[in-house]
């Protein structure tokens, strides 16, 4: 098979995550583009979490969160992320894109049930409250994903006997 158009090495910015151990700032942004063109990347997909701005319709959150406790500092010295790094990015040259993650409605993980901080959310799951949900899920409940009802047969987990486990086919 013959390849039409030249490989392109990129990477993926999941920017909260990078925030876990320390501030950013412009600086350091431009040292992630620097590093990045070194080791021969030249695109950059960069997931963008929602805005900065509270009242935004498409407000986030995931910054502002105690799992990323430099997120505000990091907003101070560089403001929204994903515009902050666009011009570093062009100026090593670099394509830089801003990703959505269509069903990215928070942190993947749930707080206890009872637990304090369970009523920072609304949006739960089995489990409990949904970790660091967005604005934009608890404003907007009909935007979330929800499974569809299914009628569970009343012999789903025997077969002649055995578990439907025991019995089960890859």
Not at 1 to 19: C, E, K, Q
Not at 130 to 153: C, K, M, N, S, W
Request: glycine share 12%; hydrophobic share 35%; net charge negative.
């Amino acid at each position: 098979m013959s390849r039409t158009s030249p490989f392109i090495l990129s990477a993926t910015v999941d920017f909260p995550d990078d925030m876990i151990h320390g501030t950013y700032t412009p600086d350091l942004l431009d040292r992630m583009m620097v590093q990045l063109k070194e080791i021969g990347v030249t695109r950059v997909y960069w997931l963008y979490y929602g805005d900065v701005d509270q009242d935004s319709y498409w407000a986030g959150n995931l910054i502002d969160n105690p799992f990323f406790p430099y997120g505000l500092r990091t907003l101070t010295n560089i403001g929204e992320p994903l515009k902050a790094a666009v011009p570093f990015a062009h100026a090593h040259g670099l394509e830089i894109y801003g990703v959505l993650k269509p069903y990215n409605g928070g942190a993947a993980g749930t707080y206890p049930e009872g637990a304090a901080e369970s009523r920072a959310s609304t949006v739960t799951r089995i489990g409990g409250p949904l970790l660091g949900a967005i604005p934009f899920v608890e404003r907007h409940p009909d935007t979330r994903v929800r499974r569809r009802p299914v009628e569970v047969p009343p012999d789903l987990g025997t077969t002649g006997g055995t578990t439907a486990a025991a019995g089960a086919r890859c």
